[in-house]
């Protein structure tokens, strides 16, 4: 067998040095051991989807298994399917296999709600345990720690939710810079809330350093995989992390607003009663007794009835990325995430060289450095990102805009985002999105209106 | 055109008089306006469902449209479809609809998470509303208005919700039996929250005098719809409700744990922020900026990216019921509503006068009078209510079992529940159902072993 493990060594498919042409990059997809998983999707004809950090491609599967539930289970056990076709346990069976994604044990994670009512779930939690802990604490207002401590450039549901609870329940919402965020952690610091991957750029925090700095400090964290699971190695138990909440329809392929997970840490998961205390989170939700006594573990994590459809889709996406396991295997790496990592990084660093080289008008805006970039490469144009992405999907190559904030000066310009799923991203891929883009640019088509015409999405 | 408003007139389809005979209960289906609905379900053959109030059946349309979203709009619209499919605005169109079925008008109910996740937004604003016109109030925790009244029947969840939200912000929950709740409210009380119609006995609150006495204490109300919208006519404004919220899978026929929804009085809806301040309630979602700022009206309710492929699934269930309003008006019926609310009353009537023949081991369980009982007929048996239900379900007729609480001596029976769905449950449905667990209790066959070994869910 190879060593595939060595970026340096010219036999693999990974290696990383640049194919210098389309034939070149052919042959990368001739050589990896990833390559088969592409036939696990429906993926549109003669598209090049660079957006699945936004909504993952239809697993072939998925089709069928919601039919299967809808006629079958839903359509023909009725009610029965509860026990029958294990609607109940969808949610913890679900939330075991993408445990395996994020360096979660068997019964740690579940699926539930969207990631902001998640969020809310395990930041009141981590407020209501940091204020047990403080020294000085007299009241659930917690004197001692009351600083909710985040990144400026958080995805901003994240600062949404924060900045709702510090006003309700007596907290201040820090915000801070990327790179100042350790320096912002101190006594009075109660949670540190960051996303792993952020949205605009793809940069990605050291999760352990971090958690680390804000243990230290004697805070708790919280991590948003929304841009990671599924995108990029995550080792929560390895990070020592306190709680972390992630996306359902971005890497992990769930389907468009399929639910989303939330993972506590044994050493917290039952020291307190989150207060979106639904029956399915009882310790015995079919008893129907008045008084709230939490499940067991993460289960007091649920709340309402779950979308069950949406769980069904949700768990075949989820198995795209577990199919990954075999191939990576049998070519040398640990396990399927190691594999898509370092495809994901090659996949893009073809397209940043590519661009760099075709595109003088578009700033790479995602870090350069390997280590420190997620699952996606972002440029920026100073002022016509969006006609520019518009131009780009007319010519069959998706990817997506986000605008400058004109309040935040480092974060002034459009960006042009292109997230690279290597379960069905090919290299040739990466090489004709660059060249489409090239011509978009060079060619001026984006200056039509009707590529100047905003949607609510982009 | 006959006039059907009369239950005295013996040409009503739905009489007040009970057939009795077999062929009596068919000549009501032969002149009932509202058979051919029944054709707008996939009910599988040989199968009498009563237990729509807990999972209603599966609309015919469903799976193609359910198949439509997967395949068309995600496989191939990808992420264009939440501009191009409407994706954006599904929550408020399918709210729109469920708004004419309980007495609310266009664009004031969302679509959105769950009925425990809703009715923490709600009980949260109308203790946060409540406590700023308390005249007393010194901070947020209201010492004026610091009790929340509820029904001690009412459903776990919701009781589970208020616990865990009275004991985290300082307001105390007390309990009360259905006939002492207007006793109950007093200038103490901040809200009084119930649901309409009870889920173990079927006893329907009177919305109107509840609210108006609520009101006369300067209590706020909260509404749960989960056994009414759609069972029994509801108007909201009618009634000067200030909060509601529902459930989408049980007469919605929205699926499996199909997304529920939210209403709020216009007096009310802009006074407060509520705190699952996901992005999709925020006023401009895709501006990504730091800082929240709700959105105009009903739309700050919502939280996080919705599930698609449930939302479908419920838009279809809803438009069942909307199908009513043509033959209802047609056999001059102010609308679909009304001639549900007769329908259901004549076949809950019927089925209620047989078992009372056949079956003096049972008792009824729910309210006689038809002013007073909701879609559903309950009885009680003092031990047995479940493998009773289990021999039942073996003879092809599905209702459902709730365990009586032996720690409330008025609800220590176990409970057989039996809804009645209008539209696709017929006369002779309700007849052939008391023939069948007539034979059930005759035979001792529910002394059966299997039928004695319990699930999770009944």
Redesign the interface.
């Known amino acids: 067998m190879q060593d595939l493990h060595d970026p340096r060594d010219p036999r693999d498919p990974y290696a990383s040095d640049v194919p210098g042409t389309r034939e070149e990059a052919a042959a990368r997809d001739a050589a990896d051991p990833l390559a088969p998983l592409r036939a696990l999707f429906?993926i549109?004809a003669g598209?090049v989807?660079l957006?699945g950090n936004?909504?993952g491609?239809?697993p072939r599967a998925?089709?069928a298994r919601?039919?299967q539930v809808?006629?079958d289970?839903?359509?023909?056990g009725?009610?029965?399917?509860?026990?029958s076709a294990g609607?109940?346990t969808l949610a913890t069976r679900i939330g075991d296999k993408i445990g395996r994604l994020v360096g979660a044990q068997p019964g740690e994670l579940v699926v539930a709600?969207?990631?902001?009512?998640n969020l809310?779930k395990v930041l009141?939690a981590a407020l209501s345990i940091a204020a047990a802990q403080s020294p000085s604490v007299t009241s659930?207002h917690a004197p001692g720690r009351r600083i909710i401590v985040s990144e400026?450039s958080?995805?901003?549901?994240d600062?949404?939710?924060a900045?709702?609870?510090a006003r309700?329940r007596g907290f201040e919402l820090v915000?801070a810079d990327a790179g100042e965020i350790s320096g912002r952690l101190d006594e009075r610091t109660a949670v540190l809330l960051l996303t792993h991957v952020n949205y605009?750029t793809g940069a990605m925090h050291d999760m352990a350093a971090l958690t680390a700095a804000a243990h230290a400090a004697g805070a708790l964290v919280i991590w948003d995989l929304a841009h990671s699971a599924g995108a990029v190695p995550v080792d929560l138990h390895g990070a020592g992390a306190d709680f972390a909440v992630g996306c359902g329809?971005k890497y992990l392929n769930g389907?468009?607003?399929?639910?989303?997970f939330v993972w506590v840490h044994p050493r917290h998961v039952e020291r307190f009663?989150q207060?979106?205390?639904?029956?399915?989170g009882?310790a015995a939700?079919?008893?129907?007794?008045?008084?709230?006594r939490p499940a067991a573990g993460i289960g007091r994590y649920l709340?309402?009835?779950?979308?069950?459809?949406?769980?069904a889709?949700l768990e075949c996406g989820v198995d795209t990325l577990l199919a990954a396991d075999a191939p990576a295997r049998a070519a040398g790496f640990a396990d399927g995430t190691q594999a898509l990592r370092r495809k994901s990084l090659a996949l893009s660093r073809l397209f940043a060289a590519r661009v760099g080289e075709l595109c003088p008008a578009l700033a790479l805006a995602s870090p350069a450095d390997d280590a420190r970039r997620g699952s996606q490469v972002c440029f920026s144009h100073p002022t016509h990102g969006y006609a520019i992405m518009q131009a780009l999907?007319a010519r069959g190559v998706?990817g997506?805009f986000?605008?400058g904030?004109p309040?935040h000066t480092k974060d002034a310009a459009d960006i042009l985002r292109f997230g690279f799923t290597p379960l069905y991203v090919r290299f040739v891929d990466a090489w004709d999105a660059a060249e489409k883009l090239r011509q978009v640019l060079d060619s001026d088509e984006w200056r039509r209106p009707e590529f100047n015409q905003r949607?609510?999405?982009?």
């Open positions: 429906e549109p598209l989807y957006d936004s909504l491609v239809l998925t089709a919601v039919q809808v006629r289970e839903w359509g023909n009725l009610i029965r399917s509860w026990n609607w109940m709600d969207s990631t902001s009512v809310f009141w659930s400026r958080n995805f901003p549901t600062l949404y939710i900045e709702a609870m309700e915000l605009r329809y389907g468009p607003g399929a639910p989303a009663w207060p979106l205390a639904g029956w399915m009882h939700p079919f008893e129907f007794r008045p008084g709230y709340c309402g009835t779950p979308p069950v459809l949406s769980l889709a999907i998706i997506d986000r605008a904030d309040a949607n609510a999405v982009t």
